[in-house]
């Protein structure tokens, strides 16, 4: 494009100023926290995956962080913001067998290239606390801290249900097994279930404070509490014994104790001992245990078990009930055994009525039940809620509550807590994580990596149809740490929900040597104001964390810090154009490259921030896209423009405006709306609701276009219009806005500026509602009265007497008529004043307060040059002395009476 010599191209070069930018930022260290800074705002989004690039859902994600982060700064806080790479996991040991190349070179890749993303995105982090989970200086604290938590009880070897392929005789990841049929993703072998030793985390000992302290976590999400409470899965119940044949008591767990009268069978767990004894004699049920053993878990039959020939003894009544081995019942939920109560529990009824088993029904509905006793019929349908006892022997009339804790004493059983949440096992059978630091000795079994020979570093990968380590025969033999003999590493790797587990903390110290972080520093830095993160990460990741931070609490290498996170946000999805979900089978992904290069990251960013609240999904839109563009650039000109000395170019003549009021009333209008639109912006920027806060920023700067438009705008007025739109635009579109901000001549770095003061004028709001129902009724005469040329629009204030009524009905009881008579000012205006009264009496519900007259008058003045310029009319403003008598009966508090003339 050719310019002339006087004129120049208006607008930005989103490919000069934004690398520009960035490069400004980062040679003043505007992102850097210094180590000796003390409690700073600490603002995080969940660490990447190393996929290789970027998708929308990340630019979304890392977006609203750095809005926050930089509006944070920009109100004097120190802010750390840290950015590093979640950079284990088998995707890389497959992206590396696709590609021949090895995981370590593949994901290195990823970051380089990701990280080449972030910057150009303008995200502004401390990229000294980079880190990358695959480094060993990294794992080696995740090798260190699996010693401290064993030494701590917190590690045991559990069995654990694997894949296994038989064919390739390796175990293999959920993901490797492909489809329905569970067929090997190398070999297509069918694969088994097998029973191996593995490592745990006994996350299952902090059961119960996890779960309590999700009570005080005011910052999260209510839904992500209450997944976290359901994975937990509180159980109030109690055990009792049941004698079982020639096998002793056998415990089991209840929460309906009150049921127990009503038993007519007994189910154990295939895993449980006692039907492992059994099966010892009982062919039958052997078979049963190795078949329910091979089958998947989803495939779990309600009504498959097998009989043991074997008897229970009800503890309650003294009958015999015939036991079962039955798949349902999981070994490791509750005790492993059941006693059922077909008439009072749906899956007890599915299986009693699949193997013949009798139905006795021992509670009914109460009286105030929405179920009359006489249709529930549990022969047909289990009752499954409480009620009052029946065929319970002397216990009869008792409801279910007060049953269930007299029973605990009458037969000899406890209280007990059970809990869903299982210990976390750790163990993977891949290459591309964190080596287990242990090593197993035929003499000394199980013996930890000595401090000093940490980190274990992974051995060269090499391409096998098993675990690489597996097949490193020289990383693998090692001398035993305590008897110096022939031993092994231990070839699994660690669950990479271990390395995010306290990357958080790593931040505060990245480079430290001799410790996982600093713990003075972490215990002043941490918790996590601001988290935020994807809803899928609401359980594994999020109650992980949870657990590590309050073990190292409990290990005293933080202090007093228990919850890794005070403040969490689950950013909602970006959608295609057409509603769907972004993939690539629909087509329908937008690249975050393209974006930047076409319209650049202030774009990008801008149009992700105005879609949606952080929380909700949005769809990606073109015309959304092109939108935020414009504003940006007009923005930006008009920025430009006034730099230039071109302001008030446009407005044709002073004599134009001038009747519509004083030019120093426009500025004074003008002038609070910006005050207004700073508040307003900086409650909502602290809300996370930063599109309400761009919407009133691209209100304000239509404002000023109008403004300029209708006079010479009063200079200092206006620029502190752009330099505030430039600073409230500063966290979300930072490029153009420092470029607004050093065409506006501001001092230093925009990113470092100061917030501007936020504080609505007294009065604002209700100012603001007169003004715009005031438009709005010019507006509806205009249009109903066909009105097409209006020469003088007559704005007249209601008298005084009419707000001293609506106080009065505002603040009535009831009867506002009465009370508005019964005040002596306004019984001279007699039935004016009870009409008036009764009108609004009829509207009691809706009586909003409103300035008082002489107040009413001005913030209409002070308005008027805009309803003059919306209709190209002359705008008089009438107090009630001055204006027609008839006009201004009209008139009420909050609705100035108008009358145009043509
Ligand atoms: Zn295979
Ligand atoms: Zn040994």
Redesign the pocket.
Known sequence: MTTTGEERERGFDHTEIEPRWQRTWEDADVFRIADDETDPEYVLAMFPYTSGELHMGHVRNYTITDAFARFERMRGESVLHPMGWDSFGLPAENAAEERDTNPRDWTMQCIESMREQLKEMGFGYDWERELATCEPEYYRWNQWLFKQFREAGLVERQAAELNWCPSCETVLADEQVEGEAELCWRCDTPIEHREMDQWFFTITDYAEELRAALDDLDGWPNNVREMQRNWIGKQEGASVAFEVGDYGAVDIFTTRLDTIHGATYFSLAPGHPVAQQIAEDDEAVAEYIEMAEDADEDDLDVTSGVFTGEYATNPATGEEIPVYVADYVLTDVGTGALYAVPAHDERDHEFAEAHDIDIVQVVEPTDDADVDPEDVDVQDAAYPEDGVLVNSGEFDGLTSEEARDRFVEEFDGEHRTEYNLRDWGISRQRYWGTPIPMIH????GY?EVPDEDLPVELPEFVHTTGNPLDAAEEWKQVD??????D?VRETDTMDTFVDSSWYFLRYTSPDLGDAPFDAERASDWMPVDQYVGGIEHAVMHLLYARFFTKVLDDLDMVDGVREPFTNLTNQGMVLGEDGNKMSKSLGNGVSPQRIIEEYGADTARLFIMEAAQPEKEFAWSPEGVQSAHSFLQNVYTLAEEYADGEVGGEARSASETESAGDADEIADYVAREIDATAAKATAEFEDFRFNHALQAVREMVSLLRRYREATTPDAETFERGLTTAAKLLAPVAPHVAEEMWDALGGDGLLAEAEWPAAEAPDGYDIERRLVENTREDVRDIVDTVGIEDPQTITLAVAPAWKHRVLDLARNADGNVVGTVMQDEDLREHGEAAADFAKELAGRAQSLDEQLPPEREREALERAAWLVEREFGAEVVVQGPDEAAPDLVGKAGPGRPAIDIAE
């Not at 000795?441 to 000394?444: W, Y």
């Not at 035993?480 to 003999?485: A, H, T, Y």
């Open positions: 000795c035929d003499d000394c013996v035993c740490p305590d008897c110096g003999g031993a």
